[in-house]
Structures are given as structure tokens and as C-alpha cells.
């Protein structure tokens, strides 16, 4: 019981965090690790500071690659990784001393392929808050009750058998690239446990996230993740959770109605964004769905911007 985990740190122009983020990896309680740093073309110094980490840990490889975002830094780390499990980090947050061990041993207890830590958001100025934490104590959850996990499709606060990534990749040139594959690797798993430990710590600027930088034509990119991730959940008759993820996308499909203007240049966005809206209407208008549900998509059919308000 010391398998090997790998965990995979895209890099890209964060010379102020990244020692700070494998520093608590190298201090991981669990030491059977490879800390894989992928350098996505970085224009500043993370580089060469990723350079002189590997220098001090054998444990640490380093890859340069021209920049492909998020995407392809993930999935070169996918190529070279050798452990029977992977995590994933984003180069300017860390993990507490003791994550990688909680998530492996109760993976390990339990059988899970999958082990959850609750993620807290923290500041510039020091403060924090809760950013996803479902339980303080140890749950697992088997058959459908796999798939509440869901509504927080991060990988970085995950801890995955190697074999539930066997054909997938993100998607290179998308934003919201956990939506996109999440979903995929939760089927796969028979069964994921929460630790319910405060592990992974993920580094927020105050004012960073406004309305007007979360609603912008990127924001396409979600309305289209949760498309197939709807689609994927139907074709595997997965209820009631297909019937929400159709829900989450008359959300995302109302929040860019009232929130991104037109232009020539997102017009096809929109008019995509509309398809895959009324394909999933059709759907639903079908289903033997709850009357909550029923008053939801009435008001997002005919009143959304009344629904934004109620819910």
C-alpha cells in the first residue's frame, strides 16, 4: 500500500506563487510522489524557477513546451505521468502537509477510485472562506449518489485512479476544461469518497471575479461543457442527476442572455448556444420530471429573467 501518485502542475507566468505551491508538495507527508511542473511557455521567470526546484528534489521533473494553455500543459503531464494515481494543481495555489495522504488512504479504505478534499478560496490580505466543503467527516458515496459531486467538477481538489483517465484529455483552446471531462471520469468510478479535510487551498485576488469578467464570450465555453455533459448523462440514463445537468444549462443559457451583449463577433456563439437550448428542451418537455423542475423550465422558457432573480 505505497503507490505511487503523480501530480501534475501546469505553469504559466506565476513566478510570484509557484515555489510556494511545490514547496507543499515536497513537504507532503506521503513521499512516494513525482511532482510533474509543466511550463506552458511562461514569458516571466516560473521557468527557471521550476528549473532550480527540480534541481533540489529528484521527485520533481520539469517540461518546457510552447504555451497551449491549461489544456495541454494537463495533458503533457498526463503523458509522461507514471503513478497508479493522479492529482492535479494549479501552480498558484498548495496543498496542506497531509492532503495527499488523506485522499490516497481513504481511497485505499474505501475502494474509491476517486477522493474528494473540501477547497478553501484565500486572499492576498490573508482571509478566507469556504469554496466547496460538502462534509466535515469521511462520506462515500456509491452508485448514483456518486454524481452529487458534480456541482464541483474541479480535478485540483481530486485525488483519481490512474485508469478513469484511459482515452480522455482536456480539451485544448476551451476554458472551463473540468466541465468539460469531470463528469466522464465520475461515471467511470464505482464509487468516490469525501475525506472531508480542509486539503487544497486555492489563491483568489479580491475583485478578481466580477460579473463582467465571468460573463464575457468565454463564458460559451461552460454553456457548452454543460451541454455535454447533459448529453453524456442521458445517453447513460443517469437520473435524476441528467435532468439537473439539463437545468444547470438553461441557467448558463439565461446568465448569457442577460449578462454578454450580441456582436458580430459572438453571433454564432449565441445562435450555438440557442441549439443546444432547445435540443434540450425537447428533451425535457418529455420527461416525467418534478413539479419543482416544471416550474423552472416554464420560467426559463418564458421568463427568464424572472427565474434569475428567484433562483
Not at 103 to 117: Q, S
Not at 152 to 170: E, I, R
Not at 216 to 245: C, G, T
Not at 278 to 288: G, M, S, T
Request: charge should be positive.
Amino acid at each position: 500500500m505505497n503507490d505511487l501518485i503523480s501530480i501534475i502542475v501546469p505553469i504559466y507566468n506565476i513566478e510570484k506563487y509557484i515555489e510556494r505551491c511545490v514547496r507543499s508538495l515536497i513537504n507532503q507527508t506521503y513521499q512516494n510522489i513525482e511532482i510533474i511542473l509543466v511550463d506552458d511557455g511562461s514569458t516571466d521567470n516560473s521557468g527557471n524557477i521550476a528549473d532550480k526546484l527540480a534541481n533540489q528534489d529528484t521527485r520533481i521533473k520539469c517540461i518546457h513546451q510552447k504555451n497551449g494553455g491549461l489544456s495541454a500543459a494537463r495533458n503533457t503531464g498526463l503523458k509522461v505521468a507514471k503513478g497508479n494515481y493522479y492529482s492535479f494543481i494549479d501552480g498558484d495555489d498548495y496543498i496542506k502537509s497531509e492532503t495527499i495522504e488523506k485522499l490516497y488512504l481513504n481511497a485505499v479504505k474505501y475502494h474509491a477510485e476517486i477522493a474528494v478534499c473540501n477547497m478553501i478560496r484565500f486572499y492576498e490580505d490573508n482571509s478566507t472562506e469556504a469554496f466547496y466543503k460538502p462534509c466535515n467527516h469521511v462520506e462515500v458515496l456509491d452508485q448514483d449518489d456518486r454524481f452529487k459531486t458534480l456541482n464541483q467538477p474541479s480535478v485540483c481538489n481530486k485525488l483519481f485512479k490512474k485508469g478513469l483517465f484511459n482515452d480522455v484529455k482536456f480539451p485544448v483552446g476551451k476554458y472551463y476544461e473540468d466541465t468539460y471531462v469531470y463528469h466522464i471520469l465520475c461515471y467511470r468510478a464505482s464509487r468516490i469518497v469525501l475525506t472531508g479535510y480542509d486539503g487544497y487551498w486555492y489563491y483568489s485576488r479580491k475583485g478578481s471575479i466580477l460579473g463582467d469578467e465571468i460573463f464575457n464570450n468565454k463564458y460559451f465555453d461552460f454553456i457548452e461543457a454543460v451541454w455535454m455533459r447533459a448529453q453524456y448523462l442521458i445517453k447513460k440514463d443517469i437520473h435524476p442527476y441528467s435532468e439537473e445537468a439539463c437545468l444547470s444549462l438553461y441557467v448558463a443559457y439565461s446568465n448569457a442572455n442577460k449578462n454578454i451583449v450580441m456582436s458580430k463577433e459572438n453571433n454564432h456563439q449565441f445562435e450555438q448556444a440557442k441549439s443546444y437550448y432547445l435540443d434540450i428542451y425537447k428533451y425535457l418537455i418529455h420527461r416525467n420530471i418534478s413539479f419543482k423542475q416544471k416550474i423552472r423550465l416554464f420560467l426559463l422558457r418564458y421568463f427568464p429573467k424572472l427565474h434569475t432573480k428567484i433562483y
